[in-house]
């Protein structure tokens, strides 16, 4: 782990003007075993290890369990990658929109449809940026939490290799 070099940031992170409902993930709380259903023992695991983002994983945790781990996290990654590029295609569409018609709304004279669809282009874009923040951040983080997992099994192998067990 990296130590606090002491540093501190000008803003809170996220800044508190930010909307919370940009920080979860649509795949956060979503009822994975179903909704009466039982869940597993690892799926416990993840969702435990995920809200500490992998920060210290157990000794415990076996090497088939970190195997397990790291490819759902691996899925879960792959998932909020693609929501992102999602999220970033409607951001760069709504973006192009708005800055092909500006020059015909500014060189014409007032006209109600260009202008109301001007308007809307823009109040569209302004929420997009923090949607695209949100998913971006949490994108690295997750990313950081896979490189942990990865770590952790590989450690966790050389000690099984070397003769040390499995918890």
């Not at 179903?34 to 290890?49: C, I, M």
């Not at 951001?91 to 015909?104: D, K």
């Not at 896979?146 to 067990?165: D, H, Q, S």
Request: hydrophobic fraction near 50%; aromatic fraction near 12%; charge should be negative.
């Amino acid at each position: 782990m990296a130590e606090s070099t002491g540093a501190r940031s000008v803003m809170n992170h996220p800044p508190s003007g930010i909307p919370k409902y940009f920080d979860g993930s649509p795949y956060d709380h979503a009822p994975i075993a179903g909704p009466a259903g039982p869940e597993s023992k690892r799926l416990a695991l993840y969702q435990q290890l995920a809200k500490a983002h992998f920060g210290e994983i157990p000794e415990a945790v076996t090497l088939e369990e970190l195997t397990w781990l790291e490819a759902f996290h691996r899925e879960r990654v792959i998932a909020e990658r693609e929501e992102r590029r999602m999220h970033f295609g409607a951001f760069a569409l709504v973006g192009v929109l708005f800055f092909i018609l500006l020059p015909s709304f500014v060189a014409s004279q007032f006209v109600l449809a260009l202008a109301l669809l001007e308007v809307l282009l823009l109040v569209l874009l302004v929420p997009y940026v923090f949607v695209y923040f949100g998913y971006e951040n949490r994108v690295r983080a997750m990313t950081l939490g896979l490189f942990r997992l990865i770590e952790a099994r590989a450690v966790r192998a050389e000690r099984v290799a070397g003769g040390e067990g499995d918890p």
